[in-house]
């Protein structure tokens, strides 16, 4: 973990949960000699995140900030960002006030995933950088909702997960994502997302109404999400969004309640465990009221934090290594023809006009993969690296029950 790293852990501690540690490097302030560059990287590393809001949060938490009303240790480019991310935020709570009128008004029972529905947690909902519009509606009024949103001006974006969970539309320059299921495999997690949207409640967060499951059933979206993206880029917001719900919602009551049998049941509660762990050791969060992880693996919580620090937000830090790192594991999971016919039958165009090319979808995509590694410019010694990479990511996870 390096200086910059271990700054940007000390503004989320300051933050989340008013915890100001002392000797915080300033710009000029001779604590560092790096001064300046060591708050950019800050920032680099902060918006690879997708944390930029917490981290200005953090800032003037620690008592850096100036008379402008933002920081002395912020340069005009950490200003532009808060800007940028409030007017982001004020047009986002716009279009999900919008959505729920429209759903209401047909009479559409939906609840929100992540987003909203995770930043209800923090303590100041805004800090959290948003990004689409996920939620989920019965399974039975997917198709009558998908039409409403079109009839609407939402336009449909095709993509290629429409044949596994959602499809996607756009309005406004805000993406929203339909769901019919929430899970990317076969763990019976849909049951408790149907339970909890039967029983979905009403909150309004900073003026939006929104729908969202009962907290147990949002816990487990909330660890699944967690569970996906270790797979494909796990980062540092949504292990925040985990340890803002666990600060909220699960202390040793609720674990005991219940909580904790439901995530055994999917196989996840070594995950919840070590994740709350890790933001017991790393993240500031309380662990005195949390007997139920005070047990994680101590290695496997640095090695955890060690993988999202290397990833970042959906693995934007490993770039085009980490789709390579993606395909890899899939391959080694699915089996090299199945992953390659999968994705074939998903990515051709030609595929999905004339079904009768279906036994030639794997040749199909073994070219589109031979075009992406040379487009990308992987030579034999990175894509070496790719593989360490992936194999070091699906240990990991087979230790945390994630696959």
């Known amino acids: 973990m390096n200086a910059a790293q271990k700054l940007l852990l000390s503004l989320i501690k300051a933050a989340c949960f008013g915890k100001k540690e002392e000797a915080l490097p300033a710009p000029g302030s001779g604590t560092d000699p790096r001064g300046e560059e060591l708050w950019r990287e800050v920032y680099r590393e902060a918006m690879a995140q997708r944390i930029a809001g917490l981290a200005i949060d953090g800032i003037e938490a620690c008592g850096l900030a100036d008379e402008s009303g933002l920081s002395s240790a912020a340069n005009g480019t950490w200003r532009e960002s808060g800007m940028r991310n409030m007017a982001w935020y004020i047009r986002y709570l716009h279009a999900q006030n919008e959505l729920t009128a429209l759903l209401d008004g047909e009479g559409i029972p939906f609840a929100v995933l992540k987003g909203l529905a995770a930043a209800v947690y923090y303590p100041a909902p805004r800090a959290r950088m948003m990004g689409d519009i996920d939620f989920i509606v019965p399974r039975e009024l997917f198709d009558k909702c998908r039409e409403i949103m079109t009839a609407a ?12 969970r959602h499809v996607a539309f756009v309005k406004n320059g805000i993406t929203f994502e339909l769901h019919h299921h929430f899970s990317h495999d076969d763990r ?65 009551d609720f674990w005991e309640s219940g909580f904790g049998d439901a995530l055994a049941s999917v196989n996840m509660d070594r995950l919840a465990k ?23 693996d101590k290695e496997l919580c640095e090695r955890l934090m060690e993988l999202l620090l290397e990833y970042g937000n959906f693995g934007r830090k490993q770039g085009a290594g980490g789709k390579v790192q993606n395909v890899i594991s899939g391959m080694k999971k699915e089996g090299v023809f199945r992953r390659l016919q999968r994705a074939g039958e998903a990515n051709w165009k030609a595929y999905k006009k004339h079904r009768w090319l279906k036994p030639f979808a794997w040749i199909y995509q073994s070219g589109r993969y031979l075009r992406q590694g040379v487009s990308t410019g992987r030579s034999p010694g990175t894509l070496r690296k790719d593989m360490k990479q992936s194999v070091k990511r699906d240990r990991l996870m087979k230790e945390l029950g994630a696959i």
């Open 153 to 164: 001006g939402y336009e449909y974006v095709p993509a290629n997960e429409d044949y596994a």
């Open 188 to 252: 019976d997690v849909e049951t408790f997302i149907d339970r909890g949207l039967a029983n979905a409640v009403r909150v309004s967060v900073d003026g939006a109404e929104i729908s969202m499951l009962p907290d147990e059933d949002n816990g487990i979206v909330l660890i699944d999400h967690i569970r996906n993206h270790l797979k494909n880029g796990l980062g540092l917001r949504q292990l925040i969004d985990w340890m803002m719900y666990v600060e909220k919602v699960v202390d040793d």
């Open 274 to 296: 070590v994740a709350a762990g890790t933001c017991v050791m790393f993240l500031g969060l309380d662990g005195s009221r949390r007997s139920w992880c005070a047990g994680a």
